[in-house]
């Protein structure tokens, strides 16, 4: 009899190998320049992981350059650095248990949803009793990331362009790492329940039946999290306060005011950051690369579009020192969304019929360098 292999296939290795490249890039790069401790730097570059193989069906090259971009973000690398801390033999052998065990579960039982399910949960309870605490900001970016990697995987093939291949339903591992990750979200912070609109709204039109106990327990979500944003977040002596003369104050305070959103000041300041993580020339592509992806992606765009919304406006109302860390899941989205400009600008180069698709992915790739490099640069030159 044959024996099976427990490694998982060629091609899926090789479909991971660029998130995986750019997660132990930028690890090396936590660890070394960051000065960032093991743990910390771990659950970081697995962020970075989440978010490139998100992106990887827009290429390889795209992939990589894209999570190590994020990584390099002003916002991003704040995450970074702390004291050195000792990392006992029990965290990496757990973090080898996972390893095994998704592996596993991915060979015998076919499931590699199930398996990411395990993998996360275990590294998640890793990484929380050892450097976290409730409201962790680097536990909501890790969630965030793997989320959107299950919700947008789920939209591409529930609701994919005319001419790929015919559109199938989310399946039930699918949805239930999506409630996982939201359950464990928010759970560390309230404010991940900010994602839960756009989340709702992409199961909704990914015309797949969903049981009602489910939409029962995202609705219990709802309420934890609204409950904890009001409790967390909400200061009766500040609700009141007026924006306007906050912000020229230069009011620091980890609370939300509530007339934020109508103050041009806010607006500029928050379109400002934006740009200040990927350059004025990322920002404009970022937008150009929503136009494509709301026009052969309509679903997806308009999911992603919600989740950015109501973080822009959690943006705008909460004046605390943390903001850019906690609107993080903005720049997530629009790390997407420039990754798919870029891919786009590829595809266009090719349908001109002058160059060939290797040709494509080296002029877009070396292109796209330019963004982490420059990154890189202001970072050193930051530090030094």
């Given at each position: 009899m044959q024996q099976r292999s427990i490694l998982p296939s060629r091609q899926l290795i090789i479909y991971w190998l660029p998130a995986l490249v750019a997660g132990a890039f930028i690890w090396l790069t936590f660890i070394t320049i960051g000065q960032t401790p093991f743990v910390r730097a771990s659950g970081l570059a697995l962020v970075i992981?989440?978010?490139?193989?998100?992106?990887?069906?827009?290429?390889?090259?795209?992939?990589?350059?894209?999570?190590?971009?994020?990584?390099?973000?002003?916002?991003?690398?704040?995450?970074?650095?702390?004291?050195?801390?000792f990392v006992p033999a029990t965290i990496v052998l757990a973090m080898l248990i996972a390893g095994v065990m998704s592996l596993v579960v991915i060979q015998f039982l076919k499931r590699p949803y199930l398996a990411l399910g395990i993998g996360v949960v275990i590294f998640a309870v890793i990484f929380w009793s050892q450097i976290g605490t409730p409201r962790s900001l680097r536990l909501t970016s890790l969630m965030t990331a793997w989320l959107i990697f299950l919700l947008m995987d789920a939209l591409f093939k529930s609701n994919p362009r005319p001419d790929e291949k015919p559109p199938t339903p989310i399946m039930p591992q699918q949805y239930?790492?999506?409630?996982?990750?939201?359950?464990?979200?928010?759970?560390?912070?309230?404010?991940?329940?900010?994602?839960?609109?756009?989340?709702?709204?992409?199961?909704?039109?990914?015309?797949?039946?969903?049981?009602?106990?489910?939409?029962?327990?995202?609705?219990?979500?709802?309420?934890?999290?609204?409950?904890?944003?009001?409790?967390?977040?909400?200061?009766?002596?500040?609700?009141?306060?007026?924006?306007?003369?906050?912000?020229?104050?230069?009011?620091?305070?980890?609370?939300?005011?509530?007339?934020?959103?109508?103050?041009?000041?806010?607006?500029?300041?928050?379109?400002?950051?934006?740009?200040?993580?990927?350059?004025?020339?990322?920002?404009?592509?970022?937008?150009?690369?929503?136009?494509?992806?709301?026009?052969?992606?309509?679903?997806?765009?308009?999911?992603?579009?919600?989740?950015?919304?109501?973080?822009?406006?959690?943006?705008?109302?909460?004046?605390?020192?943390?903001?850019?860390?906690?609107?993080?899941?903005?720049?997530?989205?629009?790390?997407?969304w420039l990754a798919y400009a870029v891919y786009s600008f590829g595809e266009w180069l090719f349908k001109l019929k002058r160059f060939t698709a290797n040709q494509v992915q080296i002029i877009t790739g070396m292109l796209f360098l330019s963004l982490p490099t420059y990154l890189f640069i202001q970072l050193v030159s930051n530090l030094s």
């Open positions: 992981v989440g978010v490139s193989i998100t992106i990887r069906r827009f290429g390889a090259i795209i992939a990589c350059l894209g999570g190590i971009s994020l990584a390099l973000s002003p916002a991003f690398w704040s995450q970074t650095g702390g004291a050195t801390s239930m790492g999506i409630l996982l990750l939201l359950g464990i979200g928010i759970i560390n912070d309230p404010l991940f329940g900010l994602i839960l609109p756009a989340v709702a709204l992409g199961l909704w039109l990914s015309q797949t039946k969903i049981p009602i106990w489910y939409w029962t327990i995202m609705l219990i979500l709802v309420g934890i999290s609204i409950y904890g944003i009001v409790n967390s977040y909400i200061n009766p002596d500040l609700w009141h306060t007026s924006a306007l003369l906050a912000h020229q104050s230069g009011l620091t305070t980890p609370y939300l005011i509530a007339d934020g959103w109508r103050e041009g000041l806010r607006w500029m300041n928050l379109i400002g950051m934006s740009i200040t993580q990927f350059t004025i020339i990322g920002a404009t592509l970022s937008i150009f690369g929503l136009a494509r992806m709301a026009r052969w992606y309509p679903v997806i765009g308009v999911v992603l579009m919600v989740a950015y919304a109501t973080h822009v406006l959690f943006g705008l109302v909460y004046f605390g020192a943390d903001r850019a860390v906690l609107i993080m899941p903005l720049f997530i989205i629009q790390m997407i």
